[in-house]
């Protein structure tokens, strides 16, 4: 196994030190560090799913296929900007991992007709339900945080028309959760 080079100071103080103390909170620190090595990304196809949901926890939302498989997805939803999804076949065994909070990824939204279900099953929860616009003319939107270009804390609106059943249109915006206050007499 080979140490990431973040982690080989730690390893070094472990090994090295004999003061009890400073041993105990390298041996700490280290633990820590490899913890978050574990990502969900790393995942290689035909894992089984049983071994996923083991490692990882079970699904946020998970979902029956066409092709008799099942669509399983992890959210870090309402307040992370990932969401990982895996397509499991009828044998249990794992596709790729697909990040599906991307530029990219909600593209598809351009393509054919998308109920609340099918928005659920693809992106899973969002991290905001809320309605907008006059009375008259009010919309459902489903609001998810995403890192826009890789970069901008975002949030994808996804509006589902005035009776919520269909996305009519979508669009990413700044997240006002990240957004300073912009005024100068603050």
């Known amino acids: 196994m080979s140490l990431p080079v973040a982690l080989k100071p730690l390893w070094c103080a472990l090994t090295h030190n004999t003061q009890p103390g400073l041993k105990w909170l390298a041996t700490a620190a280290l633990a820590v ?5 574990a990502n969900i990304a ?31 997805l992890w959210s870090g939803q309402p ?41 659920l099953c693809e992106f899973g929860p969002p991290a905001e339900k809320s309605a907008v616009g006059l009375p008259s003319v ?11 270009d890789g970069v901008w804390y975002s949030l994808m609106h996804v509006y589902l028309g005035r009776d919520g059943e269909r996305v009519t249109r979508f669009h990413p915006g700044p997240d006002p959760m990240y957004e300073r206050d912009r005024f100068m007499f603050d």
């Not at 196809?45 to 669509?71: D, I, L, M």
């Open 79 to 119: 307040f992370r900007q990932v969401a990982w999804a895996i397509d499991v076949d009828a044998s249990g065994k794992t596709g790729p991992v697909q990040p599906v909070l991307t530029d990219k990824h909600f593209q598809i939204l351009r393509e054919g007709v998308w109920t609340p279900e099918r928005l």
């Open 138 to 148: 009010r919309q459902i939107v489903w609001s998810y945080r995403y890192m826009q």
């Open 42 to 72: 790393n995942t290689p196809p035909g894992t089984p799913a049983s071994q996923v949901v083991q490692q990882f926890g079970a699904p946020t939302v998970q979902c029956p296929t066409a092709n008799g498989g099942t669509r399983m």
């Open 33 to 37: 560090g490899l913890a978050g090595c």
